[in-house]
């Protein structure tokens, strides 16, 4: 108190400008206007224009969305990529979850040491980690090797590599830090004296679990949701790396639409799944009632 | 994408290709002391502005010939990779003259982009090396506009199918060998959408693979679903090709001549090759000087510099494709070597002419669907 006294005799305090708050965020919107606003204003510009190749004709059109929209085979791409999407999101939860209550549970000193074992894969490039993984499940990897080594199996199994199996396993261990963290920071914050008030009014460890602790750790759970399921929407390496001649998903599309010159299709493409995408966070915002719990409620 | 994998498959570490390079190093020197065109770089005399950006295939540019550029002429050249024809256009049409002096084309693909105004034509006739070139490649008449060219033309290779000889024994006679139950998930292509389909039009007959009418498609479509059970995956690079071979997860692919090379170097098995009778895909390419680029005198300096022959030498010997210059099968021939020239068909730049040439099919949006519809089910 005495200190704060001392510094307000001794310096002049300047009162913030109105403009002071913005100021900050300049340098920000500026890269976003850039990098992000302009050109999706330039996409969207494409995807209601008649485009033939590279022949812009000022005419709107909602052509390049009826393509996709009425298109069968990419509408059930779509899906199939929400799917694994929400299949990778899921597991990650799964594991995730127990791993980061199980680490607020440790020590400080040995949380610190097991945090940076979780970020230590950022420590390699994204792609080393997929290639690493193909040399575990491949025909020749190490999977098959140790199985063959043991007399389990005769010949090598190749249902490991090269499918959706291998985009699953390989996106989930891809994604599980960033779940991690989140997780852990919501768990870390958790009063686990509510956990004991449920049990003492005698509600089972389940019940205490789905009613007390998941509502109060939705945040963390929803944090995971965007770091996992959004980028999986647009995941292109690990699908093009791993999976099989049949494991084309959304982002796959889009990128053979462009490249048949198809820049009206495509653009299309991107904003149904930027819209779906939207939408899907908006409706977990709302079920989950967001607002009250990172807001405090009313 | 096709071509992004080929600058590092060859480059294996052993004592073998160590000394076979080296001695093809040599080959090399004797070329740059025995070759009209080799004496010196064109641009010594002049003064020219650079830098000289490159936007062109993997297999196009090396370290020497660039540092002997730039010591030579004072300009120093950025290449930047490209990855495929459609996306290589797009780019220099919004970057332009400004951002690209070079742009690497595929063959039928270099008339689309004079169409679109991208590329301008220059003369080379006047070029030293110009006698040393092909006659196939001076009289291409697609590639030409009077007599000048919209491309310098570079190499060239059919697309072999290879295979196994360790599983496959018996020697294949028709592309239809592809859809062989034997051979279930042990095929792979690279994934260009058209090319794929160009192959499966090849083997239903198509008159024009590159151009098919929608009866042709349909069938080409047809035979690409029945053919998926033995497709493995459809990788982006030429390289990931390479690996597959050589770890034997997949038994038969379409790569450039020296298939069978690069797979033994990256520790593979015996392959052959296999030209289908039905026809088989084959490309040539070349570089093209950007409309309105910045740097163009130097671009075209470094586009008379690097068909020196000893460094066209030092190009086929490490990335063992055929290229548009006589030069180098000469002195592979002088050195008893006609063999190896003869295996990478250098010898045959008569296969020219029977090659379907990769190009942009009209259509080219419903060969993506029609590969959509059978990849993406």
């Known amino acids: 108190m005495s200190m704060s006294h001392t510094l307000t005799l001794g310096h002049r305090v300047q009162r913030p400008g109105p403009l002071s708050p913005f100021i900050g965020i300049l340098p920000l919107t500026a890269l976003d206007l850039v990098l992000f606003v302009l050109p999706m204003i330039v996409m969207g510009l494409a995807s209601i224009l008649v485009i033939h190749e590279f022949h812009v004709t000022p005419q709107l059109t909602a052509d390049n969305y009826l393509f996709f929209l009425k298109n069968p085979l990419y509408l059930n791409i779509l899906i199939k990529t929400v799917l694994l999407a929400a299949a990778v999101t899921a597991l990650c939860l799964i594991i995730s979850y127990p791993f980061a209550y199980f680490l607020t549970k440790l020590p400080r000193s040995i949380q610190s040491t097991m945090l940076v074992l979780v970020i230590l894969p950022f420590w390699t490039s994204y792609l080393l980690r997929v290639y690493a993984w193909m040399t575990i499940l491949g025909e020749r990897g190490l999977i098959n090797r140790a199985l063959l080594a043991t007399g389990l199996l005769d010949e090598p199994v190749r249902f490991l590599l090269y499918n959706n199996f291998s985009v699953v396993i390989v996106s989930v261990y891809l994604y599980i830090p960033y779940c991690t963290l989140a997780l852990y920071t919501s768990l870390e914050r958790l009063d686990t004296s509510l956990l004991a008030a449920a049990m003492d009014l005698g509600a089972r460890p389940w019940r205490v679990f789905v009613h007390v602790m998941v509502p109060l750790t939705l945040p963390g759970i929803f944090t995971s949701f965007i770091f996992v399921f959004i980028p999986m929407l647009g995941e292109y390496v690990t699908p093009t790396l791993v999976g099989g001649a049949q494991g084309m998903l959304i982002v796959n599309v889009v990128v053979s639409q462009f490249q048949a010159l198809r820049f009206g299709v495509g653009s299309a493409m991107v904003f149904v799944i930027a819209a779906l995408t939207m939408c899907l966070i908006l409706a977990l915002r709302r079920a989950a009632r967001l607002e009250e719990i990172f807001g405090g409620g009313r | ?377």
């Open chain 2, 1 to 377: 994408m096709r071509r992004t994998g080929y600058g590092t498959s060859s480059s294996g570490g052993t004592r073998r290709d160590f000394l076979r390079n080296a001695g093809f190093a040599g080959i090399g020197a004797a070329a740059g002391l025995s070759y009209p065109g080799s004496s010196g770089s064109p641009a010594r005399a002049a003064a020219l502005e650079g830098p000289v950006n490159a936007f062109t295939w993997g297999g196009r540019i090396m370290q020497k010939e660039v540092a002997d550029f730039e010591q030579e002429t004072g300009v120093h050249l950025n290449f930047i990779g490209a990855s495929g024809n459609s996306e290589n256009l797009a780019k220099v049409k919004l970057g332009g003259g400004d951002q690209y002096d070079i742009v690497g084309v595929d063959a039928l693909w270099v008339p689309k982009f004079y169409e679109e105004g991208v590329i301008e034509v220059f003369d080379m006739a006047s070029w030293p090396q110009y006698g040393d070139m092909f006659d196939q490649f001076k009289n291409l008449s697609i590639w030409k506009v009077g007599d000048k060219f919209m491309a310098q033309p570079w190499a060239w290779s059919p697309l072999v199918l290879w295979y196994n000889t360790n599983h496959i024994k018996t020697p294949p006679t028709s592309i239809k060998f592809l859809w062989d139950p034997a051979l279930r998930q042990r095929i792979s292509f690279t994934r260009q959408q058209e090319d794929v389909i160009a192959w499966m039009g090849i083997a239903t007959g198509a008159k024009k693979p590159y151009a098919m009418t929608k009866e042709e498609l349909a069938n080409a479509k047809d035979a690409l679903k029945r053919l998926m059970p033995n497709v493995l995956k459809f990788p982006p690079q030429e390289e990931e090709l390479v690996k597959l071979m050589a770890d034997e997860s997949i038994w038969v692919t379409a790569l450039s001549a020296g298939g069978a090379l690069r797979i033994k170097d990256a520790g593979g098995p015996d392959c052959k090759g296999f030209l289908p009778p039905e026809g088989f895909i084959g490309y040539f390419d070349g570089d093209c000087i950007v409309k309105g680029a910045a740097h163009r005198e130097a671009a075209l300096a470094w586009l008379q510099h690097r068909v020196q022959a000893k460094y066209i030498i030092d190009n086929f010997m490490k990335y063992r494709r055929p290229l548009a210059y006589r030069g180098p099968l000469d002195l592979l021939q002088k050195q008893g070597k006609s063999d190896y020239a003869h295996q990478l068909f250098y010898d045959q730049p008569e296969i020219l002419s029977k090659m379907v040439i990769i190009g942009p099919p009209p259509n080219i949006g419903e060969y993506v669907d029609a590969f959509n519809e059978v990849a993406g089910s």
